[in-house]
């Protein structure tokens, strides 16, 4: 279809025709006063025809594009030829001015309708048009205003990460540098305040380990053997780990100096990532706080889980997220020293069976004072199902040839310990029918020898630990979990000797679950009796 505009040029030349026509036919008699009557006859009867025949096929043409002109000097009958020149002449003219006058008032009328018509026609192209210029004029607006927000966004979030950032100490005189104590000596009524709030939350003194870099520097408590170049093995012949962390509303300052402890002090080869495990935190310095934070470091990883499980569960929740082929576990508030990954790491890439702990050094609760040395003791356990410390018995230290080398460990502290990926599962990690803590340690300590396993502390690897008198997380009330696990792992694997253990916590033993499918899975891995054990 033709364009409008040009459909208007159109219309307004084919307009403009008659008009030229009766006007090029006046200015020619005009020149031509004095006629002969046969001149004029013929001249005439010419213009007569012309006029019959010329304007009717116009006229058929105008009707084509819906034009109504009127025809000018249109004779009616053939009267009017016969009619005096002078009459003829003078009727013309005066028939040509009012044809003049009447077209000219047509064409106003036209081009005044036309203009109507076309303006009527544009005026939503002229609103959209206006629409369309106010929407980009917003649109820019909006664009800056979001280019302002944006810059004062960055800005904003540059200078949260500049305070959550905490560069490593510059004072090697700082609070707690080097593992020593802080003390705070006749606190204000303020502070009295905050501290006693920290030891209501944590079961220890977050109000010191607040003073404390997250970077602080640790004593080498290695022995010079430890050290010996090729005392563990190069790097590239052992496997990559996963350190697990669980965590539910653990103090910002513990939490962070245990994750910077294992970032600056674990070869970056062998630390294949460290995955946060946050067992239903409802604080909110552990939520978007920590995750802001944690999102410079590209090696940690935090796993959210939506409802409290506990310890055990938030482990195998960890383990499930794991990629690298060792699980080495740890708590939420640990310090981890220089050289403590590389000896753990040996010893599974000699013997994948092989489990081990690092030797565990008291971090004081109060002033988190490092406090570690060259003594060290293995694990054990009591008739109550509970774990102790035994200084290393006489046919182990004769067993060994060094006093740094690894010690077997009848039992683990459970918290702080590294396991081959493939080794764990083929045990059946933790017994899934435990619930929140406790038993644990010992249930991975009874069938890793009893199925073909070493389990060692590992005397040249120092980890500083808070030990907590007490928990300060609340649980659901009228569930005694540690009895319950305690049972599921007697029936399991003490066989007759669970019995000692019966005869503390009497005969009612209580709904304990169903232990069938963990017993299957003894008998599958042909492991050892208790009393081997």
């Known amino acids: 279809m033709m364009p409008r505009r040009h459909r208007n040029v159109l219309l307004k030349f084919l307009l403009f025709l ?73 009727e013309k003219n005066k028939g040509g001015e009012k044809e003049k006058e009447k077209f000219e008032e047509e064409k106003k009328k036209y081009f005044i309708e036309e203009k109507k018509v076309e303006n009527e026609d544009n005026k939503p192209n002229i609103e959209e048009n206006i629409l369309a210029v106010e929407d980009i004029k917003e649109k820019e607006e909006d664009n800056k205003k979001e280019d302002i927000k944006d810059t004062e966004s960055e800005k904003e979030k540059k200078e949260e990460n500049d305070q959550l950032v905490l560069a490593p100490p510059q004072d090697p005189n700082g609070p707690g540098e080097m593992g020593k104590a802080v003390k705070i000596k006749d606190p204000d009524a303020e ?121 055990i569960r938030a482990r195998l929740a960890g383990a499930s997220q794991a990629k690298a082929p060792v699980l080495t576990y740890l708590d939420s508030h640990c310090e981890c020293t220089d050289g ?95 619930d929140i803590w406790g038993a644990e340690n010992l249930e991975i300590s009874f069938k890793t020898w009893m199925c073909g396993g070493t389990l060692e502390i590992v005397p040249c690897s120092h980890v500083g630990h808070i030990f907590r008198k007490r928990s300060p997380y609340k649980w659901r009330s009228g569930v005694n979990a540690l009895k319950r696990n305690s049972i599921r792992l007697a029936e399991v694997w003490m066989d007759d000797y669970k019995k000692y253990y019966y005869d503390r916590v009497g005969p009612n033993l209580g709904e304990y679950g169903d232990v069938s499918s963990r017993k299957e899975l003894r008998k599958n891995l042909n492991c050892k009796s208790f009393k081997w054990y």
């Open 340 to 434: 403590w990954l590389e000896p753990l790491l040996d010893r599974i890439a000699r013997n994948p069976t092989t489990v081990v702990c690092p030797v565990i050094d008291v971090l004081n609760e109060d002033s988190l004072a490092y406090q570690g040395g060259a003594y060290f003791a293995v694990g054990g356990f009591d008739w109550n199902l509970q774990f102790n410390w035994h200084s290393i018995p006489e046919h182990e230290r004769k067993r060994r040839s060094h006093s740094f080398e690894p010690a077997w460990s009848p039992t683990m502290a459970g918290g702080l310990f590294s396991i081959d990926r493939s080794f764990f599962e083929k045990l059946g990690a933790y017994d899934p029918g435990f």
């Open 18 to 90: 008659p008009l030229l026509y009766f006007l090029s036919g006046y200015f020619k008699m005009e020149d031509n006063e004095v006629v002969s009557e046969k001149q004029l006859d013929s001249n005439n009867n010419d213009s007569i025809e012309e006029i019959k025949e010329e304007p009717e096929v116009k006229r058929k043409e105008d009707k084509d594009i819906v034009l109504d002109i009127p025809l000018i000097n249109k004779v009616e009958n053939n009267e009017e030829r016969d009619e005096d020149q002078y009459q003829i002449i003078e």
């Open 191 to 311: 502070t009295k305040k905050k501290i006693d709030l920290g030891w209501k939350n944590n079961a220890f003194n977050q109000y010191v380990s607040d003073l404390i870099s997250v970077h602080r520097s640790l004593p080498d408590l290695r022995n010079e053997w430890c050290k010996a170049p090729d005392r563990n093995l190069p790097i590239n012949k052992m496997s990559a780990t996963s350190v697990i962390i669980c965590f539910h509303n653990e103090a910002w300052s513990t939490l962070l100096r245990t994750v910077h402890s294992v970032l600056n002090r674990s070869p970056a080869d062998l630390l294949h990532e460290i995955v946060l495990v946050d067992d239903a935190s409802d604080m909110e310095h552990v939520k978007e706080e920590l995750d802001r934070y944690m999102s410079q470091y590209p090696k940690v990883k935090i796993v959210r889980l939506k409802d409290r499980v506990g310890l």
